[in-house]
Protein backbone atom coordinates (compact mmCIF):
# COMPACT_ATOMS: atom_id res chain seq x y z
CA UNK A 1 0.00 0.00 0.00
CA UNK A 2 1.50 3.48 -0.84
CA UNK A 3 2.65 5.44 2.32
CA UNK A 4 1.72 8.91 -0.04
CA UNK A 5 -0.86 10.86 1.81
CA UNK A 6 -3.70 11.32 -0.64
CA UNK A 7 -6.17 14.16 -0.96
CA UNK A 8 -9.30 11.83 1.12
CA UNK A 9 -6.42 12.67 3.86
CA UNK A 10 -5.32 16.17 3.18
CA UNK A 11 -9.20 17.47 3.29
CA UNK A 12 -10.19 15.25 6.41
CA UNK A 13 -6.94 16.50 8.07
CA UNK A 14 -8.27 20.44 7.26
CA UNK A 15 -11.63 19.71 8.25
CA UNK A 16 -10.75 17.97 11.77
CA UNK A 17 -8.33 20.93 12.46
CA UNK A 18 -10.84 23.66 11.75
CA UNK A 19 -13.89 22.25 13.71
CA UNK A 20 -11.25 21.42 16.42
CA UNK A 21 -10.04 25.05 16.83
CA UNK A 22 -13.71 26.08 17.23
CA UNK A 23 -13.92 23.65 20.11
CA UNK A 24 -11.58 24.33 23.39
CA UNK A 25 -13.46 21.89 24.80
CA UNK A 26 -10.59 19.68 23.13
CA UNK A 27 -7.03 20.52 23.06
CA UNK A 28 -5.68 17.15 22.82
CA UNK A 29 -6.08 16.06 19.21
CA UNK A 30 -6.73 12.33 19.38
CA UNK A 31 -9.00 12.85 21.72
CA UNK A 32 -10.74 15.70 19.32
CA UNK A 33 -10.75 13.03 16.95
CA UNK A 34 -12.34 10.46 18.79
CA UNK A 35 -15.15 12.67 19.53
CA UNK A 36 -15.31 13.97 16.19
CA UNK A 37 -15.74 10.70 14.39
CA UNK A 38 -17.65 8.95 17.00
CA UNK A 39 -20.41 12.48 16.36
CA UNK A 40 -20.15 11.14 12.77
CA UNK A 41 -20.53 7.54 12.56
CA UNK A 42 -24.16 8.44 15.09
CA UNK A 43 -25.16 11.53 13.24
CA UNK A 44 -28.26 9.40 12.51
CA UNK A 45 -29.48 8.90 16.02
CA UNK A 46 -29.33 12.94 16.80
CA UNK A 47 -27.22 13.12 20.05
CA UNK A 48 -25.96 15.73 21.68
CA UNK A 49 -22.20 16.58 22.60
CA UNK A 50 -23.03 15.53 26.30
CA UNK A 51 -24.58 12.06 25.03
CA UNK A 52 -21.73 11.40 22.95
CA UNK A 53 -19.13 12.18 25.57
CA UNK A 54 -20.94 9.79 28.23
CA UNK A 55 -20.65 7.11 25.75
CA UNK A 56 -16.69 7.22 24.94
CA UNK A 57 -14.39 4.89 26.94
CA UNK A 58 -11.02 6.48 26.47
CA UNK A 59 -8.02 5.43 28.11
CA UNK A 60 -6.80 2.58 29.19
CA UNK A 61 -7.81 -1.00 29.79
CA UNK A 62 -11.20 -0.57 27.22
CA UNK A 63 -10.14 -3.59 25.36
CA UNK A 64 -10.29 -1.62 22.07
CA UNK A 65 -13.57 0.04 22.76
CA UNK A 66 -13.04 3.84 22.35
CA UNK A 67 -17.03 4.48 22.47
CA UNK A 68 -20.04 1.85 23.54
CA UNK A 69 -23.77 2.82 23.14
CA UNK A 70 -26.89 1.37 23.23
CA UNK A 71 -30.03 1.85 21.31
CA UNK A 72 -33.65 0.70 21.98
CA UNK A 73 -35.72 1.56 18.52
CA UNK A 74 -33.41 4.54 18.25
CA UNK A 75 -33.33 5.96 21.79
CA UNK A 76 -30.52 5.93 23.89
CA UNK A 77 -30.13 4.10 26.71
CA UNK A 78 -27.36 5.28 28.94
CA UNK A 79 -28.79 3.92 32.56
CA UNK A 80 -30.84 0.90 33.40
CA UNK A 81 -34.42 1.21 32.60
CA UNK A 82 -36.85 1.77 34.87
CA UNK A 83 -39.33 -0.59 33.44
CA UNK A 84 -39.38 -3.18 30.61
CA UNK A 85 -42.88 -3.09 30.02
CA UNK A 86 -43.17 -0.23 27.77
CA UNK A 87 -40.60 -1.91 25.24
CA UNK A 88 -42.55 -3.34 22.07
CA UNK A 89 -42.33 -7.09 20.90
CA UNK A 90 -39.80 -6.84 17.91
CA UNK A 91 -37.90 -3.93 19.68
CA UNK A 92 -34.64 -2.96 17.77
CA UNK A 93 -31.82 -2.99 20.01
CA UNK A 94 -28.47 -1.39 18.50
CA UNK A 95 -25.48 -2.41 20.13
CA UNK A 96 -22.83 0.29 18.42
CA UNK A 97 -18.79 -0.28 19.17
CA UNK A 98 -16.81 2.20 17.86
CA UNK A 99 -12.32 1.80 17.77
CA UNK A 100 -11.08 5.46 16.37
CA UNK A 101 -7.67 5.58 15.41
CA UNK A 102 -5.58 8.63 13.82
CA UNK A 103 -3.27 5.99 11.74
CA UNK A 104 -3.53 6.21 8.50
CA UNK A 105 -4.49 2.05 8.19
CA UNK A 106 -6.36 -0.40 9.35
CA UNK A 107 -4.50 -3.12 11.83
CA UNK A 108 -5.50 -6.57 12.66
CA UNK A 109 -4.70 -6.00 16.03
CA UNK A 110 -7.28 -3.92 16.73
CA UNK A 111 -10.28 -6.27 15.68
CA UNK A 112 -8.40 -9.39 17.49
CA UNK A 113 -8.87 -6.77 20.68
CA UNK A 114 -12.66 -6.87 19.82
CA UNK A 115 -12.85 -10.69 19.02
CA UNK A 116 -11.35 -11.00 23.35
CA UNK A 117 -13.26 -8.50 24.66
CA UNK A 118 -16.86 -9.70 22.54
CA UNK A 119 -15.73 -12.96 23.78
CA UNK A 120 -14.89 -12.14 27.65
CA UNK A 121 -18.05 -9.62 28.34
CA UNK A 122 -20.97 -10.47 25.88
CA UNK A 123 -20.75 -13.90 27.03
CA UNK A 124 -24.01 -14.41 29.45
CA UNK A 125 -22.07 -17.25 31.55
CA UNK A 126 -19.12 -15.18 32.12
CA UNK A 127 -19.21 -12.71 34.80
CA UNK A 128 -17.41 -9.49 34.66
CA UNK A 129 -15.86 -9.32 37.61
CA UNK A 130 -13.45 -12.12 36.77
CA UNK A 131 -11.87 -9.42 34.36
CA UNK A 132 -11.56 -6.66 36.58
CA UNK A 133 -8.26 -6.49 36.11
CA UNK A 134 -8.54 -6.15 31.92
CA UNK A 135 -11.10 -3.86 31.48
CA UNK A 136 -12.05 -0.61 33.11
CA UNK A 137 -15.10 -0.38 35.04
CA UNK A 138 -16.87 1.94 32.63
CA UNK A 139 -16.35 -1.03 29.82
CA UNK A 140 -17.50 -3.62 32.02
CA UNK A 141 -20.76 -1.65 33.16
CA UNK A 142 -21.58 -0.68 29.33
CA UNK A 143 -21.67 -4.16 28.58
CA UNK A 144 -23.02 -5.73 32.03
CA UNK A 145 -25.99 -3.29 30.86
CA UNK A 146 -26.70 -4.63 27.20
CA UNK A 147 -26.84 -7.97 28.77
CA UNK A 148 -29.21 -7.23 31.43
CA UNK A 149 -31.63 -5.33 28.63
CA UNK A 150 -31.36 -8.22 26.24
CA UNK A 151 -32.16 -10.53 28.82
CA UNK A 152 -34.65 -8.99 30.38
CA UNK A 153 -36.39 -8.48 26.82
CA UNK A 154 -35.60 -11.98 25.39
CA UNK A 155 -39.37 -13.07 25.70
CA UNK A 156 -40.10 -9.69 23.42
CA UNK A 157 -38.01 -11.37 20.74
CA UNK A 158 -35.93 -8.39 20.14
CA UNK A 159 -33.51 -7.92 16.32
CA UNK A 160 -29.82 -7.37 17.84
CA UNK A 161 -27.81 -5.21 15.61
CA UNK A 162 -24.71 -5.67 16.34
CA UNK A 163 -22.57 -2.77 14.71
CA UNK A 164 -18.83 -2.22 14.82
CA UNK A 165 -17.14 1.01 13.39
CA UNK A 166 -13.38 0.92 12.61
CA UNK A 167 -12.57 4.32 11.62
CA UNK A 168 -8.80 5.39 10.82
CA UNK A 169 -7.51 7.75 8.08
CA UNK A 170 -6.48 4.98 6.23
CA UNK A 171 -8.07 4.16 2.95
CA UNK A 172 -8.75 0.22 2.44
CA UNK A 173 -8.27 -2.35 4.82
CA UNK A 174 -6.70 -5.09 3.73
CA UNK A 175 -7.77 -8.82 3.31
CA UNK A 176 -6.40 -10.13 6.70
CA UNK A 177 -8.38 -7.39 8.21
CA UNK A 178 -11.13 -8.33 6.82
CA UNK A 179 -10.86 -11.69 7.83
CA UNK A 180 -10.11 -10.96 11.67
CA UNK A 181 -13.84 -9.28 11.02
CA UNK A 182 -15.47 -11.82 9.87
CA UNK A 183 -13.89 -13.71 12.19
CA UNK A 184 -15.34 -11.51 14.80
CA UNK A 185 -18.60 -11.57 13.33
CA UNK A 186 -18.88 -15.23 13.66
CA UNK A 187 -18.07 -14.93 17.50
CA UNK A 188 -21.14 -12.99 17.98
CA UNK A 189 -23.86 -14.61 15.88
CA UNK A 190 -21.97 -18.13 18.07
CA UNK A 191 -22.93 -16.10 21.47
CA UNK A 192 -26.02 -14.72 19.75
CA UNK A 193 -27.62 -17.23 17.53
CA UNK A 194 -30.76 -15.81 16.93
CA UNK A 195 -32.18 -14.99 13.33
CA UNK A 196 -33.00 -11.63 14.73
CA UNK A 197 -29.10 -10.71 15.42
CA UNK A 198 -27.36 -9.20 12.30
CA UNK A 199 -23.68 -8.11 13.10
CA UNK A 200 -21.85 -6.31 11.01
CA UNK A 201 -18.11 -4.68 11.05
CA UNK A 202 -17.65 -0.93 9.04
CA UNK A 203 -14.26 -0.12 8.52
CA UNK A 204 -14.59 3.81 7.65
CA UNK A 205 -11.53 5.48 5.66
CA UNK A 206 -10.70 8.72 5.27
CA UNK A 207 -13.45 9.47 2.61
CA UNK A 208 -16.01 7.62 4.61
CA UNK A 209 -16.09 9.89 7.20
CA UNK A 210 -14.98 13.37 5.61
CA UNK A 211 -18.37 12.26 3.54
CA UNK A 212 -20.09 11.75 6.72
CA UNK A 213 -18.85 15.05 8.11
CA UNK A 214 -20.03 16.82 4.99
CA UNK A 215 -23.93 15.43 5.30
CA UNK A 216 -25.77 18.20 6.65
CA UNK A 217 -29.45 17.12 7.79
CA UNK A 218 -31.56 18.71 5.20
CA UNK A 219 -34.33 21.03 6.76
CA UNK A 220 -36.74 20.93 3.76
CA UNK A 221 -39.18 18.42 3.05
CA UNK A 222 -41.64 17.67 0.51
CA UNK A 223 -45.50 16.30 1.02
CA UNK A 224 -47.18 15.24 -1.25
CA UNK A 225 -50.96 15.21 -0.19
CA UNK A 226 -54.47 13.93 -1.99
CA UNK A 227 -56.34 16.82 -4.32
CA UNK A 228 -57.37 20.33 -2.48
CA UNK A 229 -56.33 21.25 1.18
CA UNK A 230 -57.68 23.35 3.73
CA UNK A 231 -56.36 26.82 4.62
CA UNK A 232 -56.10 29.08 7.49
CA UNK A 233 -58.27 32.42 6.32
CA UNK A 234 -55.98 34.25 8.27
CA UNK A 235 -52.23 35.44 7.83
CA UNK A 236 -51.22 32.58 9.60
CA UNK A 237 -49.78 29.49 7.72
CA UNK A 238 -52.06 26.80 8.56
CA UNK A 239 -52.70 23.64 6.51
CA UNK A 240 -55.30 20.89 6.80
CA UNK A 241 -54.38 18.17 4.38
CA UNK A 242 -55.12 14.16 3.78
CA UNK A 243 -52.03 12.42 2.84
CA UNK A 244 -51.13 8.71 1.61
CA UNK A 245 -49.99 6.79 4.39
CA UNK A 246 -47.15 5.24 1.63
CA UNK A 247 -46.59 9.35 1.32
CA UNK A 248 -46.27 9.65 4.49
CA UNK A 249 -44.07 7.05 5.32
CA UNK A 250 -41.68 8.74 2.34
CA UNK A 251 -42.13 11.73 4.26
CA UNK A 252 -40.85 10.50 7.31
CA UNK A 253 -37.73 7.67 6.00
CA UNK A 254 -34.38 9.03 4.34
CA UNK A 255 -32.90 7.66 1.25
CA UNK A 256 -32.38 4.50 3.43
CA UNK A 257 -35.88 4.00 4.38
CA UNK A 258 -34.19 4.94 8.11
CA UNK A 259 -36.72 6.90 10.16
CA UNK A 260 -35.83 10.62 10.35
CA UNK A 261 -35.70 10.76 14.36
CA UNK A 262 -34.81 14.49 14.52
CA UNK A 263 -38.04 15.38 13.21
CA UNK A 264 -39.73 13.99 16.24
CA UNK A 265 -37.86 15.93 18.52
CA UNK A 266 -40.36 17.68 19.75
CA UNK A 267 -42.91 14.38 20.29
CA UNK A 268 -41.87 14.32 23.73
CA UNK A 269 -44.15 10.98 24.08
CA UNK A 270 -41.43 8.82 23.40
CA UNK A 271 -43.02 5.45 21.41
CA UNK A 272 -45.09 3.33 24.04
CA UNK A 273 -44.01 -0.08 22.14
CA UNK A 274 -46.96 -2.67 22.95
CA UNK A 275 -49.63 -1.05 24.66
CA UNK A 276 -53.18 -1.36 23.31
CA UNK A 277 -53.66 2.61 21.23
CA UNK A 278 -50.31 1.23 19.34
CA UNK A 279 -51.76 -2.76 18.58
CA UNK A 280 -55.12 -0.79 17.73
CA UNK A 281 -53.21 1.77 15.15
CA UNK A 282 -51.10 -1.58 13.49
CA UNK A 283 -54.55 -3.68 13.45
CA UNK A 284 -56.33 -0.35 11.37
CA UNK A 285 -52.83 -0.63 9.11
CA UNK A 286 -52.76 -3.93 8.53
CA UNK A 287 -56.21 -4.29 8.31
CA UNK A 288 -57.66 -1.88 5.54
CA UNK A 289 -61.34 -2.08 5.98
CA UNK A 290 -64.50 0.06 4.49
CA UNK A 291 -63.61 2.83 6.38
CA UNK A 292 -60.69 5.04 5.42
CA UNK A 293 -57.52 5.00 8.00
CA UNK A 294 -58.45 8.93 8.58
CA UNK A 295 -61.40 8.10 9.68
CA UNK A 296 -60.62 5.66 12.54
CA UNK A 297 -56.98 7.69 13.62
CA UNK A 298 -56.80 11.74 15.64
CA UNK A 299 -54.32 12.29 12.81
CA UNK A 300 -50.37 14.02 13.17
CA UNK A 301 -49.56 17.54 13.61
CA UNK A 302 -46.29 19.33 12.25
CA UNK A 303 -44.94 22.35 13.65
CA UNK A 304 -42.12 24.37 10.86
CA UNK A 305 -40.70 27.93 9.94
CA UNK A 306 -42.09 27.54 6.65
CA UNK A 307 -44.76 26.19 4.39
CA UNK A 308 -44.73 26.55 0.81
CA UNK A 309 -47.48 24.79 -2.23
CA UNK A 310 -45.25 23.69 -5.21
CA UNK A 311 -47.95 22.21 -7.03
CA UNK A 312 -51.72 21.50 -6.18
CA UNK A 313 -50.51 18.14 -5.02
CA UNK A 314 -46.92 18.94 -2.68
CA UNK A 315 -46.00 21.40 -0.57
CA UNK A 316 -42.55 21.87 1.02
CA UNK A 317 -42.20 22.08 4.29
CA UNK A 318 -39.22 24.03 6.48
CA UNK A 319 -37.97 22.18 9.64
CA UNK A 320 -40.84 20.30 10.19
CA UNK A 321 -41.35 18.79 13.26
CA UNK A 322 -43.98 16.32 14.54
CA UNK A 323 -45.20 17.16 18.00
CA UNK A 324 -48.26 15.06 17.82
CA UNK A 325 -48.29 11.36 16.39
CA UNK A 326 -45.34 9.60 17.23
CA UNK A 327 -47.32 6.51 17.55
CA UNK A 328 -48.84 6.63 14.71
CA UNK A 329 -45.79 7.48 12.48
CA UNK A 330 -44.34 4.72 14.31
CA UNK A 331 -46.67 2.01 13.17
CA UNK A 332 -46.82 3.82 9.68
CA UNK A 333 -42.84 3.17 9.58
CA UNK A 334 -43.28 -0.45 11.13
CA UNK A 335 -45.73 -1.67 8.36
CA UNK A 336 -44.21 -0.47 5.36
CA UNK A 337 -40.58 -1.21 6.51
CA UNK A 338 -42.44 -5.14 6.84
CA UNK A 339 -44.38 -4.73 3.48
CA UNK A 340 -42.33 -2.47 1.12
CA UNK A 341 -44.43 -3.93 -2.07
CA UNK A 342 -47.63 -2.61 -0.85
CA UNK A 343 -46.08 0.90 -0.67
CA UNK A 344 -47.34 1.51 -4.97
CA UNK A 345 -50.80 0.10 -4.40
CA UNK A 346 -51.65 2.02 -1.30
CA UNK A 347 -54.83 4.11 -1.31
CA UNK A 348 -55.53 4.46 1.91
CA UNK A 349 -55.17 8.90 3.99
CA UNK A 350 -54.05 10.05 6.51
CA UNK A 351 -55.11 13.63 8.30
CA UNK A 352 -52.06 16.04 8.72
CA UNK A 353 -51.83 19.50 9.80
CA UNK A 354 -49.26 21.69 9.10
CA UNK A 355 -48.65 25.11 11.76
CA UNK A 356 -45.97 27.50 11.09
CA UNK A 357 -46.16 29.19 14.85
CA UNK A 358 -45.84 32.75 14.53
CA UNK A 359 -43.97 32.68 18.04
CA UNK A 360 -42.16 30.26 20.53
CA UNK A 361 -44.81 30.70 22.49
CA UNK A 362 -47.59 29.74 20.24
CA UNK A 363 -44.85 26.91 19.42
CA UNK A 364 -44.97 25.74 23.24
CA UNK A 365 -48.57 25.51 23.51
CA UNK A 366 -48.89 23.86 20.62
CA UNK A 367 -46.73 21.30 21.49
CA UNK A 368 -48.37 21.14 25.25
CA UNK A 369 -51.89 20.93 23.68
CA UNK A 370 -51.26 18.04 21.42
CA UNK A 371 -49.54 16.03 23.98
CA UNK A 372 -51.50 16.67 26.94
CA UNK A 373 -54.72 15.12 25.27
CA UNK A 374 -54.14 11.32 26.62
CA UNK A 375 -52.35 10.45 30.13
CA UNK A 376 -48.97 11.69 29.86
CA UNK A 377 -46.40 12.79 32.73
CA UNK A 378 -46.07 16.29 32.66
CA UNK A 379 -42.81 15.88 33.39
CA UNK A 380 -42.17 15.08 29.55
CA UNK A 381 -43.22 18.04 28.94
CA UNK A 382 -40.92 20.65 30.61
CA UNK A 383 -39.46 22.08 28.32
CA UNK A 384 -42.63 23.36 27.24
CA UNK A 385 -42.57 25.39 30.36
CA UNK A 386 -42.47 28.69 30.65
CA UNK A 387 -39.53 28.99 32.75
CA UNK A 388 -37.48 27.31 30.21
CA UNK A 389 -38.32 29.42 27.63
CA UNK A 390 -37.15 32.55 29.94
CA UNK A 391 -33.61 30.76 30.31
CA UNK A 392 -33.54 30.46 26.57
CA UNK A 393 -34.01 33.99 26.48
CA UNK A 394 -31.92 35.22 28.95
CA UNK A 395 -28.89 33.23 28.34
CA UNK A 396 -29.12 34.26 24.60
CA UNK A 397 -29.03 37.75 25.91
CA UNK A 398 -25.79 36.92 27.63
CA UNK A 399 -23.84 34.86 24.39
CA UNK A 400 -25.43 31.80 26.10
CA UNK A 401 -27.61 29.06 24.24
CA UNK A 402 -29.71 26.80 26.07
CA UNK A 403 -30.49 23.92 23.60
CA UNK A 404 -34.40 23.53 24.76
CA UNK A 405 -34.84 22.33 21.11
CA UNK A 406 -32.19 19.47 21.11
CA UNK A 407 -29.40 20.42 18.51
CA UNK A 408 -31.24 23.78 17.30
CA UNK A 409 -27.94 25.44 18.21
CA UNK A 410 -25.44 22.90 16.96
CA UNK A 411 -27.16 22.90 13.51
CA UNK A 412 -27.18 26.43 13.10
CA UNK A 413 -23.32 27.30 13.59
CA UNK A 414 -22.90 27.60 17.31
CA UNK A 415 -20.00 27.16 18.87
CA UNK A 416 -20.31 23.98 20.78
CA UNK A 417 -18.51 25.59 24.21
CA UNK A 418 -21.27 28.48 24.15
CA UNK A 419 -24.33 25.60 23.79
CA UNK A 420 -25.89 24.32 27.46
CA UNK A 421 -28.62 21.63 26.50
CA UNK A 422 -31.29 20.95 28.98
CA UNK A 423 -29.38 18.14 30.44
CA UNK A 424 -26.83 19.80 31.46
CA UNK A 425 -28.37 22.10 33.34
CA UNK A 426 -30.40 19.97 35.23
CA UNK A 427 -27.31 18.01 36.28
CA UNK A 428 -25.21 21.13 37.35
CA UNK A 429 -28.85 22.56 39.04
CA UNK A 430 -28.90 19.34 41.53
CA UNK A 431 -25.39 19.16 41.99
CA UNK A 432 -25.12 22.91 43.54
CA UNK A 433 -28.68 23.71 44.78
CA UNK A 434 -29.44 19.86 46.05
CA UNK A 435 -25.77 19.50 46.89
CA UNK A 436 -26.07 15.68 45.07
CA UNK A 437 -23.46 15.77 42.30
CA UNK A 438 -23.88 11.53 42.59
CA UNK A 439 -27.04 11.83 41.55
CA UNK A 440 -26.31 14.58 38.67
CA UNK A 441 -23.72 11.84 37.52
CA UNK A 442 -25.83 8.61 37.96
CA UNK A 443 -28.66 9.43 36.15
CA UNK A 444 -28.66 11.85 33.45
CA UNK A 445 -32.11 11.28 31.29
CA UNK A 446 -33.96 10.81 34.60
CA UNK A 447 -33.18 14.15 36.25
CA UNK A 448 -36.80 15.84 35.77
CA UNK A 449 -39.22 13.09 35.88
CA UNK A 450 -38.93 13.84 39.59
CA UNK A 451 -41.81 16.36 40.07
CA UNK A 452 -40.77 17.46 43.57
CA UNK A 453 -37.47 17.75 42.88
CA UNK A 454 -38.06 19.65 39.52
CA UNK A 455 -40.09 22.12 41.14
CA UNK A 456 -37.40 22.98 43.76
CA UNK A 457 -35.06 23.62 41.31
CA UNK A 458 -37.29 25.13 38.64
CA UNK A 459 -39.31 27.66 40.52
CA UNK A 460 -41.66 29.87 37.81
CA UNK A 461 -40.02 33.16 39.59
CA UNK A 462 -37.08 32.19 40.30
CA UNK A 463 -33.96 34.67 39.29
CA UNK A 464 -32.55 33.71 35.94
CA UNK A 465 -29.24 34.79 37.10
CA UNK A 466 -29.08 31.49 39.45
CA UNK A 467 -29.66 29.60 36.27
CA UNK A 468 -27.29 31.27 34.14
CA UNK A 469 -24.45 31.46 36.93
CA UNK A 470 -24.49 27.45 37.51
CA UNK A 471 -24.79 27.31 33.58
CA UNK A 472 -21.39 29.16 32.84
CA UNK A 473 -19.60 27.94 36.19
CA UNK A 474 -20.65 23.98 35.12
CA UNK A 475 -19.38 25.50 31.67
CA UNK A 476 -15.79 27.04 32.67
CA UNK A 477 -15.24 24.02 34.95
CA UNK A 478 -15.27 21.34 32.00
CA UNK A 479 -13.01 23.38 29.80
CA UNK A 480 -10.34 24.30 32.90
CA UNK A 481 -10.32 20.41 33.61
CA UNK A 482 -9.87 19.72 30.29
CA UNK A 483 -7.41 22.57 29.39
CA UNK A 484 -5.32 21.99 32.55
CA UNK A 485 -5.55 18.27 34.41
CA UNK A 486 -4.62 16.19 32.35
CA UNK A 487 -7.51 13.49 32.97
CA UNK A 488 -9.42 11.25 30.49
CA UNK A 489 -12.54 12.02 29.21
CA UNK A 490 -14.24 9.30 31.51
CA UNK A 491 -12.34 10.43 34.29
CA UNK A 492 -13.99 14.14 33.72
CA UNK A 493 -17.09 12.72 33.25
CA UNK A 494 -17.04 11.45 36.62
CA UNK A 495 -15.94 14.31 38.28
CA UNK A 496 -17.20 17.49 37.14
CA UNK A 497 -19.95 17.71 38.73
CA UNK A 498 -18.12 17.53 42.45
CA UNK A 499 -16.11 20.11 41.16
CA UNK A 500 -19.07 22.55 40.36
CA UNK A 501 -20.34 21.33 43.85
CA UNK A 502 -16.81 22.19 46.16
CA UNK A 503 -16.45 25.12 43.97
CA UNK A 504 -19.36 26.65 45.06
CA UNK A 505 -19.77 25.55 48.53
CA UNK A 506 -15.57 27.24 49.09
CA UNK A 507 -16.90 29.96 47.34
CA UNK A 508 -19.69 30.66 49.98
CA UNK A 509 -18.03 28.83 52.71
CA UNK A 510 -21.13 26.56 53.28
CA UNK A 511 -22.08 23.23 51.98
CA UNK A 512 -26.14 24.16 51.70
CA UNK A 513 -26.03 26.20 48.72
CA UNK A 514 -28.86 28.61 48.30
CA UNK A 515 -30.21 30.04 45.09
CA UNK A 516 -30.33 33.55 46.49
CA UNK A 517 -26.68 32.81 47.27
CA UNK A 518 -25.85 31.94 43.87
CA UNK A 519 -27.63 34.72 42.42
CA UNK A 520 -25.77 37.23 44.20
CA UNK A 521 -22.48 35.29 42.73
CA UNK A 522 -19.39 37.10 41.11
CA UNK A 523 -18.20 35.16 38.26
CA UNK A 524 -15.15 37.69 37.56
CA UNK A 525 -13.88 36.37 40.91
CA UNK A 526 -13.81 32.37 40.48
CA UNK A 527 -9.79 32.02 39.80
CA UNK A 528 -8.78 28.80 37.43
CA UNK A 529 -6.03 27.91 39.88
CA UNK A 530 -9.49 27.37 42.33
CA UNK A 531 -11.08 25.14 39.89
CA UNK A 532 -7.16 23.33 39.37
CA UNK A 533 -6.90 22.67 42.94
CA UNK A 534 -10.63 21.80 43.69
CA UNK A 535 -10.52 19.11 40.50
CA UNK A 536 -7.03 17.88 42.32
CA UNK A 537 -8.83 17.21 45.71
CA UNK A 538 -11.90 15.67 44.34
CA UNK A 539 -9.45 13.29 42.36
CA UNK A 540 -7.72 12.41 45.37
CA UNK A 541 -10.86 10.91 47.27
CA UNK A 542 -12.27 9.65 43.96
CA UNK A 543 -9.18 7.59 43.14
CA UNK A 544 -8.65 6.77 46.89
CA UNK A 545 -12.08 5.11 46.74
CA UNK A 546 -11.67 3.08 43.12
CA UNK A 547 -11.43 5.69 40.47
CA UNK A 548 -14.21 4.46 38.25
CA UNK A 549 -17.88 5.48 38.11
CA UNK A 550 -19.59 3.15 40.23
CA UNK A 551 -17.53 5.51 42.66
CA UNK A 552 -18.69 8.82 40.75
CA UNK A 553 -22.66 6.97 41.04
CA UNK A 554 -22.35 6.34 44.73
CA UNK A 555 -22.98 8.33 47.93
CA UNK A 556 -19.48 7.65 49.61
CA UNK A 557 -17.47 10.10 47.34
CA UNK A 558 -19.97 12.97 48.28
CA UNK A 559 -19.62 12.33 52.04
CA UNK A 560 -16.39 12.42 52.58
CA UNK A 561 -16.52 15.69 50.34
CA UNK A 562 -18.57 17.20 52.35
CA UNK A 563 -17.11 16.26 55.93
CA UNK A 564 -13.76 17.90 53.81
CA UNK A 565 -15.28 20.61 53.17
CA UNK A 566 -16.95 20.83 56.60
CA UNK A 567 -13.53 21.04 58.11
CA UNK A 568 -11.95 23.22 56.12
CA UNK A 569 -14.58 25.88 56.56
CA UNK A 570 -14.67 25.26 60.46
CA UNK A 571 -10.53 25.58 60.46
CA UNK A 572 -11.31 29.18 57.95
CA UNK A 573 -13.24 30.34 61.10
CA UNK A 574 -11.25 29.47 64.02
CA UNK A 575 -8.44 31.34 62.32
CA UNK A 576 -10.44 34.09 61.32
CA UNK A 577 -11.86 34.25 65.03
CA UNK A 578 -8.36 33.55 65.86
Known amino acids: MSSEITNSQVLLNAYVSQEQSENPKYPNESEFFDFFATSQILKEYDLNDDEVENGLCDGTLDGGCDGIFIFADGILIDSEPVSYENFKKGVVLDLVILQVKTSASFSENSIMKWKTTCDNLLNASKSSDTFRD ?14 KIYISLVRKNP ?8 VSKGIEAHENVQAQASELETIINQLYPSPSTTVKVNFIGAQDLLNLAQKVANNEFALSFIGNFISSTTEDKVFLVLVRLSDYYRFIVNEDDDLIKHIFEANVRDYQGKVAVNQ ?9 SVEDFWWLNNGVTIIASDVALLTRQEMRITDPEIVNGLQTSTEVYRYFSQNSAKLDVEKRALLVRIIVPTADESRDRI ?21 HRQIEMYFKSKDLYYDRRKNYYKNNGIKPTKIISVPFLSQCLIAVLLQSPNDSRARPSTLLTDDERYEKLYKP ?5 VFYHIAKTGRKIELVIKNSCSLEISQISDIKFYVLFCVFAKHFNKIDIEARDVASMDLDNLSEDVIVQTTREVMSIYERLGGDDKVAKGSEL ?11 FTQKAECSYA
Open 134 to 147: RYSAKVRNVFDLFK
Open 159 to 166: KLNMRFFY
Open 280 to 288: DIQETIANP
Open 367 to 387: IFATNNQTAIQKSSLRATDII
Open 461 to 465: DQNLD
Open 558 to 568: IAELKDQLTGQ
